[in-house]
């Protein structure tokens, strides 16, 4: 153990058995020997110990990055940066199953959505910021006045500089690599703080970026939680130039006051109440599939998730029932199984946070059709954060339930009659991030999705994903707009050139 004022360097993210800090291109202990727990939430047990860094660590991890900024890394070109974007996502396909193995204990969710979505995502994430930055090209115009001067304006987009990145635990490598890789791709420096509840791929992903030749300090991980801890040690640090959270709505209204005094940009994705409008023409079975998939994936653990169903009348009770039997059909169970669908939620903590929603549903006079409790899960994994896939009807949209976001496998499920009452209902709410349409009337289709009030709207399917597209909500749902262009505008700042001819 590092004595006092001694960084022990390590060679490894888990050495030791403990998930370390990334500083300066090492694996490194804070002076203060803090250790968490990180938990594996289908069975309860402690996986691993983390170390939490302290302020001090916080800011040498901030003066690494600032430092890198003035080195080599400063000199490399766009192509430079996005060949070794490349690399990154080769390696880590190399080390697939590794960073599987890391998601899945981490957070219990199945081993095919870590395979299939996390790990998968995150190599795309930085294969499609590489063809992105490296084909950006710069705006420019030639300027006629009339008084018959003439001029060249052009802009050269410099990095933001040394970038906090503070990430939830739903997705933890793909929500990483979605704001690492443009921000790496455009010349910044990182520091990187992951989900207390999910440590694990951040350090693996130092290690990778070490291994394809990313300079010392342009990516650092500092592990601990938020208040008086890491996340705010870091927003706070005033060497930070610019911060990109993702997270919920509260912290992300604390990380804006945190930053407010020194004017630094911020990009927020935060939370959802996410609404689905279902028409009586659409197509029941592909409804059904794809409306299962928005509201249970990830156990419902994904900010874009579906927790409010609106459902044309004469049809309400065929969806009703319909979703009823595959919320039923969900296999939860050991996540290491090639035939478990649904895992636990993330903590215990968040189970109590869910579980009093049930108890809210149940004050409200809802029907629970399917759900509402803790299922019995046996032995080797009772002691894991599980819960029921539920599915409510006979609630008010005024009810809490309907209003405020669960984070977790439920929906709740209203009739309407007309178009129009549809799409109020839909956008009651003071959330604005993703919304989902379905209709075999495609003129409808598009009238409708254009009139939600939300960042992304998807028609006859969900989560389909065009990283080209800009990302992100308004309303209580975020500031700002990450995907294609929009990142490369967030991560770096123009200088408008205008030169006289
Ligand atoms: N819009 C999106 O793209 C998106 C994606 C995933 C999750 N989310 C939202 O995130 C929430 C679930 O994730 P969560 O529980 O990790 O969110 P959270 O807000 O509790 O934590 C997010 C991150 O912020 C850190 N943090 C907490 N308080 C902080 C503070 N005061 N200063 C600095 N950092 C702080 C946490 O340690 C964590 O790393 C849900 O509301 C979900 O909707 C949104
Ligand atoms: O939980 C929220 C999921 C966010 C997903 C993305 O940011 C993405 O798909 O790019």
């Given at each position: 153990m590092a004595r006092s004022g001694e960084h022990m360097t390590m060679t490894a993210a888990f050495a030791e058995g403990i998930v370390h800090n990334f500083v300066g291109g090492r694996f490194v202990e804070p002076d203060t020997t803090s250790l968490f727990d990180n938990v594996d939430p289908a069975t309860g047990h402690v996986a691993a110990r983390v170390h939490e860094a302290d302020a001090a660590l916080v800011a040498r991890a901030v003066q690494a990055a600032r430092d890198a900024l003035g080195g080599s890394w400063s000199r490399w070109t766009t192509n430079d940066r996005t060949a070794l974007l490349r690399r990154a996502a080769d390696r880590i396909e190399e080390r697939f199953e590794e960073f599987v193995a890391a998601e899945v204990r981490d957070t219990g969710k199945p081993v095919t959505h870590a395979r299939d979505v996390d790990v998968a995502?995150?190599?795309?994430?930085?294969?499609?910021?590489?063809?992105?930055?490296?084909?950006?090209?710069?705006?420019?115009?030639?300027?006629?006045?009339?008084?018959?001067?003439?001029?060249?304006?052009?802009?050269?987009?410099?990095?933001?500089?040394?970038?906090?990145?503070?990430?939830?635990?739903?997705?933890?490598?793909?929500?990483?690599?979605?704001?690492v890789a443009p921000?790496?791709?455009?010349?910044?420096?990182?520091?990187?703080?992951?989900?207390?509840?999910?440590?694990?791929?951040?350090?693996?992903?130092?290690?990778?970026?070490?291994?394809?030749?990313?300079?010392?300090?342009?990516?650092?991980?500092?592990?601990?939680?938020?208040?008086?801890?890491?996340?705010?040690?870091?927003?706070?640090?005033?060497?930070?130039?610019?911060?990109?959270?993702?997270?919920?709505?509260?912290?992300?209204?604390?990380?804006?006051?945190?930053?407010?005094?020194?004017?630094?940009?911020?990009?927020?994705?935060l939370g959802g109440k996410n609404a689905a409008v279902v028409f009586a023409d659409a197509d029941l079975g592909a409804t059904l599939d794809g409306l299962t998939r928005s509201i249970f994936s990830n156990t419902g653990q994904v900010c874009l998730c579906t927790e409010r169903v609106y459902v044309q009348r004469p049809i309400f009770d065929d969806v009703v029932n319909g979703l009823a039997a595959r919320a039923e059909a969900l296999a939860l169970g050991d996540p290491l199984s090639e035939t478990t669908t649904t895992g636990p939620l993330i903590s215990q903590a968040h189970r109590d946070k869910v579980l009093a929603y049930f108890g809210l549903a149940e004050e409200a006079g809802a029907r629970t059709v399917v759900g509402g409790g803790v299922p019995a899960m046996g032995p080797a994994l009772d002691g894991g954060s599980w819960i029921e896939p539920t599915i409510w009807v006979g609630l008010d949209q005024r009810d809490r339930v309907m209003r405020e976001e669960v984070f977790g496998p439920v929906a709740g499920l209203i009739p309407f009659d007309s178009e129009e009452e549809a799409i109020a209902l839909a956008n009651d709410t003071e959330y604005g991030l993703a919304s989902s349409v379905w209709t075999s009337d495609l003129t409808r289709g598009h009238r409708v999705a254009q009139a939600m009030r939300v960042g992304m709207s998807w028609v006859n399917t969900w989560y389909l994903r065009d990283l080209r597209s800009p990302f992100g909500g308004m309303g209580l749902s975020g500031i700002g707009r990450e995907g294609g262009e929009a990142s490369l505008h967030f991560y770096t700042e123009p200088t408008n050139v205008c030169v006289q001819l």
């Open positions: 995502r995150a190599i795309t994430n930085l294969r499609a910021f590489a063809d992105i930055v490296g084909a950006a090209g710069q705006e420019s115009f030639l300027t006629e006045l009339p008084d018959g001067r003439r001029a060249l304006n052009y802009a050269v987009r410099k990095p933001l500089g040394v970038v906090a990145v503070v990430v939830p635990w739903n997705l933890p490598l793909l929500l990483l690599t979605w704001k921000a790496l791709a455009c010349g910044n420096a990182v520091v990187v703080k992951p989900s207390e509840e999910t440590p694990s791929t951040a350090a693996l992903l130092a290690e990778v970026l070490r291994e394809v030749g990313l300079p010392d300090g342009v990516y650092n991980v500092v592990h601990g939680f938020g208040r008086d801890s890491a996340g705010e040690f870091l927003t706070g640090h005033p060497g930070i130039d610019g911060v990109t959270f993702t997270g919920s709505t509260a912290t992300g209204a604390h990380v804006m006051r945190t930053v407010a005094a020194r004017v630094r940009p911020v990009s927020f994705e």
